[in-house]
């Protein structure tokens, strides 16, 4: 009984490192220069593999670029001296709820955005300033 019991236990802590792997929507694919994330009031560096939170601001250096996975399904780039803030995420490509918001505070960005096959409904906004841009399956430059 008791090895079964280590079995399942390690079997359940396997299934959480996946899905804790997994649920990663917004990583670090590219960095050029220098790039930082404002988390709960630190100031951390990126690197690529990083992953990017719900309430995380996003800033590049002068100079910089930077390249965000979004999920598999596109990616946004953001050019020298940009901020951007993320404000909702879902916490993993598969869930209920998969509305995406970010806002702009100044910079370039790029979005290259597709819409997984299993969903027919991710909305994904871009708020800067009072506007905002409710984006379809396609490409988009914002500075």
């Known amino acids: 009984m008791k090895v079964y019991l280590q079995v399942a236990a390690l079997l359940l802590l396997g299934a959480v490192a996946a899905g804790a792997q997994a649920a990663g929507v917004l990583t670090v694919d590219s960095l050029y220069g220098q790039a930082s994330v404002d988390r709960l009031g630190n100031r951390i560096p990126l690197k690529p593999g990083d992953t990017l939170s719900e309430r995380d601001v996003v800033h590049v250096g002068e100079g910089g670029n930077l390249s965000l996975n ?33 806002s702009l505070t100044r910079g370039y960005l790029r979005v290259v955005w597709k819409l ?27 500075d």
Do not use: M
């Open 70 to 102: 979004f999920s598999g399904h596109g990616f946004i780039e953001l050019g020298s001296g940009a901020e951007l803030g993320v404000e909702k995420l879902p916490f993993a490509s598969y869930a209920d709820d998969l509305k995406s918001i970010f």
């Open 116 to 142: 997984p096959p299993q969903s027919v409904d991710w909305p994904l906004y871009v708020y800067f300033g009072a506007e905002h841009a409710a984006l379809i399956p396609g490409e988009y430059f914002f």
